[in-house]
Each structure stands twice: as C-alpha cells, then as structure tokens.
C-alpha cells in the first residue's frame, strides 16, 4: 500500500495534462478532486439552500477543511423525507464525474454532526435537474457515520454535469452539517444529449432473453429517448460477448444498446447528438460489437449531417464506408472521420449490415484550437478552472511518463483482481442465502380484521427491509387525527368464533371493519395483492374473496411457442411486461368477447400484453401471480382489460392480456390530440364516461384499483378505453411514483389525503383518482398534476385537505372543459368519504352531460 500510494501520488499529477493532449481516457483514471478541498473552486460557485449562521456558510463545506466552523451546516435540523436542504457546487464547465466524498463537522472537537445518508441531484443546465441512480435504480448513498472521517463512494453509473447538488438524508428529525468533494475530469466530448430509438431485446434460440436497453438513460424515455445521457456515455465499453457483462447481478446484454433491422423503416437507426457549443469536429468513435455468429456486425455505412445552432440541418453530410470484418469476432472502436465540421448537433445514420447492431460507447473528438470561441459563454472556459494553471509538462522525461501509466496499470489490476474475489465470494453467499430464504417462507392467505395490505415492492436491501417506518408527520394534525397506517403490518390471526375457510370458501368479514357514516362505498377489508410485474393491479376487499375460491382457472394454457416478443413495456422487481403478437388468439376467447383488432373469420396477429414471472421470483411472488391469474380471469367488462390466456404448466409462469392498439391513453393525448375543438371535448366526455363505466364495474365488486391514471388507460379502436395496470412497471412513469425511503412506490398526485396520511385505500379514494385522471384527460395529458409542486409539497399540500382550513390547493379547470365536468372533479376532491360520488353517480351524470351537449 506505501509504494501504491507514493508511485499514484507522483502520477497522478501528470494525468490532466496527459488528458488535454488527447489521451483516451477511462472511469479509473478520471477521478481526481476537482476543487473542493484545494480551494481551486472559488466560493462563488458553492452555494446552498439555506445556512446556519454565516460560519456555517456553503463555502466551508470543503472536504478536509476546518475553515469557519467546520462545515456547512442547513439553518433547521433535516426531516425524514424532507429534500429541501442542499449544498450545490458549480463547477462552470461539464465534467465526468466518477466519486464523491462526504465528511461532517468536526471542527477540532467542538462539533459532531454529520449526514448518515445523501443523495445527488445533478443539472447540465442548471434548468433541468435529474436525481442520480445506480445502476439498480437506488438513489440514496450512505453517508458518514462520525463527523471526521471521509467516506468516499464511487457514482456508478458516472454522471456528466456542470451542477451537482449534495441533499441530507435522515431518518430521523437530526443537525446535519456537510463537507464534500466531487471527483472526475473536464468532459472533453462537450455532449450535452443524445436522442436515439429505445434499445430492443434479442430472443436467442435457447429461449434467453437479451435486453438491449439504455437502462440509465437520465433523459425521457419511451418508444424513443430524448433530452438525455446514458450507457453510451458511461465509460464503460462492452465486452466481446454481449451476453456477458462487466456489473454483477444484471440482466444480460446490460452493457450494449442495441437495434433490429427489420423494426427500421429505411435500414439504418438515427441517432442525433447535441453539444454545448458549436465545435470543430475530427472524428467520431463508436465502440460496436461484431458478434457476426449470433447475427450482429458492425454498422456498414454511417451518414453523418451537420447543424450549427438553430439552424437547418447542412444537405451534405460526412460519408463513411466501412470494409467489414467477417474473421474477427471481436468488439472494437470504429473511428469515423468528421473531417472538421464545424457544427453544434450532429445527425448519425448508422446502415445495418446483419440483422442486428450493438452499440457500448460512442465518444467525439473535437479541435480546440479551432473552437468559436466568440459563441463561447464565459461562464464555460475551455480551460478548466479545477487545474493548477502552473502546471507544466516534461516533454523530455518520456521514460518516467510511461513508467508511471505502467505502475498505475499494475496497480489497477491488482485492485480488479481483489474487487472479482469478492464478487465471487459474494455472489456464492447470496446464493446459499436465498436457498435458506425460499426453503423456510410458507405461503398462506389470512383476512384480516382491520385495514392492511401486503407490499411486494420492497427494496432488495437488508437495510430497507429491516425498516418499518414509513410517514413521519410532517405537519401539526389535529386532535381527531389517527397514526397512518403502516405499508406493511403483520396481518393479526382469527379470533375463536369468526370463521375461516382459508381459499376453499368464502369469508365473513368483522363487522367493525365497515365505517359508520358511508352509505355508498363498502370500505370492507382489503387484502392487496400487488402485482409482481410492480403493476398495481387490483386490491381485493374481504367481502369479494369468494372469487379465489374456485380451483379452476377461466381462461386456457396458450401454446407458448406462439408468441412473438416485440419489445419490454416495463419491468418490476419479480415480473416483466412484454408486448406480443400472437396468432390464432380467437381460439382461446369466448363468444362473449371481441378481442381488440381481431377479425374472428381472419388469422391476422394481435398484439397482446404478456405478464411474466422472473424464474429468481420467491415462493410469495409465485403464489400472488397464480392468486392474479385466479382474480383477473372473472373480470368480464367492455371496459376492463381482459385476461385472455396462460402459460402456467411450466416456467416462467405467464398471464396473457389484451393490449390495445393505440397504447396508454397518457401518450395517445400528448402526442395524438384531437384536431378541432368540439371533436375535442365530445372525444374526452366519451373517454371519461367509459373510465367511469370500467371503475362502476369494478366498484360493484368492491375492488379497489389503488392506482387510477391515463398512464393505467388503454386506447383502442375508435376511442375504445380499458382500465389496465401496467402504469408502474414501465421506466416511462417512474417520475409518477414518490419512493418512501427507499421502500414503498406510490403516486402520490393521484392519491386522496386519507390514503397518503391514513395508509386507507378505498373506492372512495379511487373516486379521488378518477378526478385527477378527468383532469388529466382534459388537459390533454400536457403536464403531470400539480405539476409546480414538489413531491414533498404535494404530501403538505394533502395535510391542508385534511385540516379543510380553506388552504388546501386544487388542479385548476383545464381550458376544455366545461364547467359541470370540473364541479364533478372537484366533488371527486372533497374531504370527507362519505360526501364523494359513488363510480354509478360519476357514469350517470357523464352520461347526462354527454347527451345534453
């Protein structure tokens, strides 16, 4: 370790120069400090949302600096869930950012705060903020556990930023004070996006599945990606093998973004870069893999075309032919001469030369020297300002330059070595423990006597599951007030006397589970089981469990051979949804039922949504998917996804639905609204009607849908809508769902005031949804709701319902629609239960409205 450390700290200088003179670079060298502790950041650029004292200003929240009191310190002790407080650095120009370092305040003995957990938020704008996930989907990283010690944590994936922000998180109400670092180099590439189709999956003969998505894209994400950054970017280049990747415990193909051809309309995928200012281009490098065996090769042509600023793209374009490889197998950079453009956004067609194309890492390289350095703003130097400016270069001691890069080579082998070693033994001791886990968990479904639900969503943390609290109050309640109900409660056993035929009969609910006061809403019991696919489905209440007592199933085994993977709509933590086409589905749906775009005299393919079960899903996460299949088989509604057939006698266990042709009603509004003005509004009134038949159905079976959105709204033929539950599980509408402590996923815009406080689900409380989903219909999907406030703004604005003071803060009327309409989503809103419209109220009077217009 001595001559590790002394060979990196006589190398490690020498680095940055090595960069600026063109040097490639990887996430393992680019991770020097870039100002914080060396006070090459001036104060002016660290800022934060509020201070102490001005001792404990933001410019002493400098790793490994006693300057002022020690740290910066936020002016009021940090909440549980409050994001409020952070600490921001502005670092002028883009870097890659690959570590972090967090201290707390130790100020020579006198002071001990610190933050035990922090997240980071980053901007490339200081416009548009995103919150950092690892590659897991994890947002929050354990800080420091005493207030001296540095606690350094490496970001993967790396992030590309100018901003960066440092957000406290506790669990409990607690003074926290912070000193930080950020590590990384000047991102030379200038990239500031990049929009491409959305990654495809591959299905190889052996049946496995190969997902081929950018799955840490930052930007928006759909049938395309737009306004963002992602695995092309990340550093990290694919392996020769695109089934095997560099992270543990991810899915196979992670490390490549990937295309078919025959899903292209003219034989090439287009992919558009933006850059932060308008530069001399010299070449492009795109790292492709060249498994031919398996059908993937290396593009044959790329096309690229040129725009400077706002302009019109240029008509000739940059031109490259390249000379295939059929011998060697091998992933590799293609480099591809851009022949000093000058441009601020470049346009790419890359030519499919197999039936597949693989991209890991796509990098520039762009002539300083030639830069326009009038359009250059001043806030972004070309020289970054993290740097010793009087740091020279010995040209003439060649032999200590290479002396070095081979040390710090050894030394990272070494390190690789050592990180493989305990992956191994790691991976071997989950191993061993999830056997223990699935042989001792029993499976068995009790009703319970007060209001409870099962949540299967947890996070894969042993941290996170030993916690149990969820809400901390936030807010003064008043005296009629009563503790939240916890996300996951032990359910309690039966008394003597109440009677229990487990899943053979069915079950009498206790007569104090009914609330007093509520004539039209049977607020019975519920036991919620939650999809496996992270769907919400539907919650099923004690008087209705009846249901699952029959022991067939009314839907058939469907052929699985017969299905035709499209592409992933979504993905939860045991479960997949995958759009389908099938053939043949007539055979396996009754008379009673036309399926979405089948012609019954015809064999043309459908597109169906299939639902299935991860083969690493647990023994509880297999019998909630079985206790689904039992439920949505005898949903009969025209306005009610069906359930059309299984595949349940071998693995994985799969769920066959429909899916409608036009997608989620979410989309279909925002990218396909009606024309003209009146076909707007009788469309709407007609789309609402059938979302309120489909809850009326489900109401008179007191199920309760706990997630009721346009998001969760299929739109077929005509204007046809069938309430669905895929909402969740698709990367689309991940910002639609607030994570309570890294545990619980709710939507929390879509949610009453008792659900969010009370933890109580009803049809009440989907009657409150249905009044943020009309809102959403009518302003044509446009914005999310309440879309000015904050997550943590939206829970205080619920706690302004509860107290009904007249501070309590409605989505306003949107421009189409009427003045009745918006007078039934606010009575949708109303505090109490008792005084909201029944589903059968809401259908009639739609129904009335539509025919009085």
Known sequence: PGVCKQTLEHCLPLLPALLQAGLAFTCAVCRYPLGMSGGHIPDEDISASSQWSESTAAKYGRLDSEDGDGAWCPEVPVEPDDLKEFLQIDLRALHFITLVGTQGRHAGGHGNEFAPKYKINYSRDGTRWISWRNRHGKQVLDGNSNPYDIVLKDLEPPLIARFIRFIPVTDHSMNVCLRVEVYGCVWLDGLVSYNAPAGQQLILPGGTVIYLNDSVYDGAFGYSMTEGLGQLTDGVSGLDDFTQTHEYHVWPGYDYVGWRNESTAGGYVEITFEFDRIRNFTAMKVHCNNMFAKGVKIFKEVQCYFRADASEW???????????????????????????????????????????????????????????????????????????????????????????????????????????????????????????????????????????????????????????????????????????????????????????????????????????????????????????????????????????????????????????????????????????????MDKFTGKDFALEGLDASSNCPVLVAVKMLRADANKNARNDFLKEIKIMSRLKDPNIIRLLAVCITDDPLCMITEYMENGDLNQFLSRHPPLSPPATYRDLQFMATQIASGMKYLSSLNFVHRDLATRNCLVGKQYTIKIADFGMSRNLYSGDYYRIQGRAVLPIRWMSWESILLGKFTTASDVWAFGVTLWETFTLCQEQPYSQFSDEQVIENTGEFFRDQGRQTYLPQPALCPDSVYKLMLSCWRRDTKDRPSFQDIHRLLQESASEE
């Open 314 to 584: 240029e008509p000739t374009a940059v031109s490259s032919v390249l000379v295939l490889d059929d011998v060697n197998p091998s992933a590799r950079f293609v480099t591809v001469p851009l022949l000093h453009r000058m441009a601020s956004a470049i346009k790419c067609q890359y030519y499919f030369a197999d039936a597949w194309m693989m991209f890991s890492e796509i990098t520039f390289q762009s002539d300083a020297a030639m830069y326009n350095n009038s359009l250059v703003p001043p806030e972004a130097p070309i020289v970054p300002t993290t740097y010793d400016p009087t740091l020279k270069v010995d040209d003439s001691n060649t032999r200590i330059l290479i002396g070095c890069l081979v040390a710090i080579i050894f030394i990272l082998v070494a390190i690789i070595v050592i990180i493989l070693w305990r992956q191994f033994w790691q991976k071997m001791l989950e191993k061993a423990s999830r056997r223990m886990l699935d042989d001792e968990m029993t499976v068995s479904l009790s009703l319970p006597s007060e209001s409870s639900m099962f949540n299967h969503n947890r996070s894969s943390s042993s941290s996170e599951q030993e916690s149990s609290t969820t809400y901390d109050r936030i807010f003064p309640l008043g005296p009629d007030y009563q503790e939240p109900s916890r996300l996951i409660r032990k359910l309690p056993e039966f008394t003597p006397g109440e009677e229990d035929t487990g899943c053979s009969g069915p079950v009498k609910p206790s007569q104090a589970s009914v609330p007093e006061g509520v004539p039209h809403y049977a607020e019975a019991d519920i036991v919620n089981l939650q999809g496996v696919t992270g769907g919400n489905t539907y919650s099923v209440p004690a008087l209705t469990m009846d249901l699952l007592s029959g022991k067939d199933v009314a839907v058939e085994e469907f052929p699985r051979k017969l299905l035709t993977f499209k592409e992933k709509l979504g993905e939860g933590q045991f479960g997949e949804v995958h759009l389908c086409e099938v053939e043949g």
